[in-house]
């Protein structure tokens, strides 16, 4: 019992077919819950993981979820490394323990879940990073063809797991955008739903669990929660679901979200700043899940900061590899390059004073070492 709502002009739009943007001007759509205002928030506790939530996600029956046991990822104390970065209450969430290794789980289950209650049998996306794999997983347990596109090197690993999944891999010669318009030919040939994940709501919904799980596993909320930024499904769902809290009265208080970029695709500290930024012609990054250049809901990731009285913050790819050995010396936590960059970013915030030393922090360790940093195509 939901609709998908203009981000721009308010239109509404029925959910009954899969849809990306608003039809009379052509905005993103966000998910509205027909739900009076005073309605609890519930949660079904005789259900592990996303299911739980199925009365706030837009999935309807919890037994339907497509899922592979993501969510209730822990939550442990960073002591080392917090007294490291000066913050005396530091600690993480570890998404790396999602069953793909990366907390984009959290936003296929729903969105294939979605897929599937519309009867699509076939589904076409750019292939690569820890989404691709994410979204081929939970395609093959939903009996999906998932076909990827792919415009980096096949051997990578990430591709190499994709394909493994029975995804039809296309090679496409070129660059992203070669990649996408390739997709968008195929799709108008073949019939087959061309997907672009990063643009639909369904995936954000998912990933509104991360603030869900933060109320149920902690006594009070953080002063800070300190996500890594591409695209921003994190940090957009993130505020969805701790102002999903904070309206349902189960929070007092919306933590601080702080968004980690990278000093090569710095986007949202550009657009929060008001100043004029552009990507570098081969600007390149360790921190490979931030790069993205231009985040199709930037204007909704201004607001999440802005809302919240959180920062955007710019990190040094030397900064991210320190931060990422410093947490493996120190915690004996393994993550890929870009989980480290909230441990970064907080390191400026602490410096700045935009974090006080006995607040509570809280980073999302987003991605496992198991997906290994891509070369540059
Ligand atoms: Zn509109």
New binding site residues.
Partial sequence: VFELV?D????RHDASHYRLH?D????LLDIEYDVAPTVEFRVLKDFGGLRRYAPMLPIGNAARLVSLGEGDTPVVSLPAVGAALGLGRLSAKLECCNPTGAFKDRGSAVEVTVLRELGIEAVADIAGGNTGVSLACYCARAGIRFIGFAYEDPRHPQLQAIAGTGAEMHRIEGNREACAAAIADFCRDTGVLNLRYSRNAYFIEGQKTFAYEILEQLDALPDHVVVPVGNGSLLLGSWRGFRELLQDGRAATMPRLHAAQSAAFQPLVAALHGTHWRAEPRADTLAVGLRASEPPRLDALVSACRESGGQAVAVSDNAVAHWQRRLAELEGLLVEPTAAAPLAAAEILARRGDIGSDEHVLVALTGSYKQPTSPRS
Avoid: D, F, M
């Fill in positions: 203009c721009r002009c308010g239109a608003c009379r001007c052509g905005g």
